[in-house]
């Protein structure tokens, strides 16, 4: 299971780009979805109305829902939930997921989310996260969060699945706060190359390699024609080059099975099989 809620877990609209991504790309349908009614306060999330083929107003309301998606090359298929992030009654709303989760058969369930930070653009994405399997943290490089303070429902929904004894794991991709009221390509698109090393899955992600670099390059140019951002851009860009150093330093060379599953992977994308 896959879950991404829009709103306070979602700078730069990451992690909803990449569940959105992933669920186009494999065709995925929805199966079901939560009546939002008694999660959420509608004057927070406002229905929208639009007007259909027959020129009738028709209300469209803010959902969540469930899709299901046949993943060929993955040990099995996915569940992805996504849509808003709940108003109210949390530990109910995440209680729900988790016994759908359950009634499925769901063997693990990953939860995506963005968060605003002090990194620069042109930067490879800071990633951090949190399992309940500490090998995994290993496996897929990801940096432990120190995190402590307000959370959201993804927190939340992950707490539930720990103490139902559910196998899960939380994957935060950082989005820098000088571009905080733009979309984020780049931050969904290593949201989903994390995520394809973790459940197996495997889809054609140039369209988001492009927008990801048009992204990039867009950034840069209003970086440069503001001179006290572009000063403040290089001060962050040299932290995390001195804070990369520091941690190549500290780190082994990869292991051969690590090299061995990024190469797989890479041929997965493709559709060569080895």
């Not at 209680?95 to 990194?119: P, R, Y």
């Not at 390699?209 to 860009?237: C, K």
Request: contains cysteine.
């Amino acid at each position: 299971m896959v879950c991404s809620f829009q709103g306070w877990n979602d700078a730069g609209d990451a992690a909803s780009t990449a569940t959105s991504f992933l669920a186009r790309s494999l065709e995925a349908e929805r199966f079901a979805q939560i009546d939002t009614e008694e999660f959420y306060d509608f004057q927070a999330n406002r229905p929208h109305v639009k007007i259909d083929e027959t020129s009738a107003r028709v209300i469209s309301w803010p959902s969540v829902e469930m899709l299901e998606a046949r993943a060929p090359r993955a040990h099995r298929d996915l569940v992805i939930v996504q849509g808003n992030e709940p108003s109210m009654r949390w530990r109910s709303f995440s209680a729900l997921i988790v016994d759908l989760a359950e009634a499925l058969d769901v063997q693990f369930v990953v939860t995506l989310g963005a968060l605003l930070a002090d990194v620069p653009h042109s930067h490879p994405v800071a990633m951090t996260g949190f399992a309940s399997d500490p090998a995994m943290m290993e496996r897929l490089g990801l940096k432990a969060s120190a995190y402590e303070g307000p959370t959201g429902i993804v927190g939340v929904l992950h707490a539930a699945c720990a103490q139902a004894g559910l196998p899960s794991a939380s994957v935060w991709a950082s989005v820098p706060h000088y571009v905080a009221a733009a979309s984020s390509p780049k931050a969904a698109l290593a949201l989903l190359r994390k995520l394809e090393l973790m459940v197996g899955v495997s889809v054609d992600v140039s369209e988001l390699e492009e927008a990801a670099g048009e992204y990039e390059h867009q950034v840069e140019l209003a970086v440069q024609s503001d001179p006290d951002i572009q000063a403040f851009v290089e001060r962050l860009e040299r932290r995390a080059k001195e804070s990369d150093e520091e941690q190549l330093g500290a780190q082994e060379l990869p292991s051969g099975d690590l090299l061995a599953r990024e190469f797989q992977r890479f041929l997965r994308q493709r559709g060569i099989e080895s």
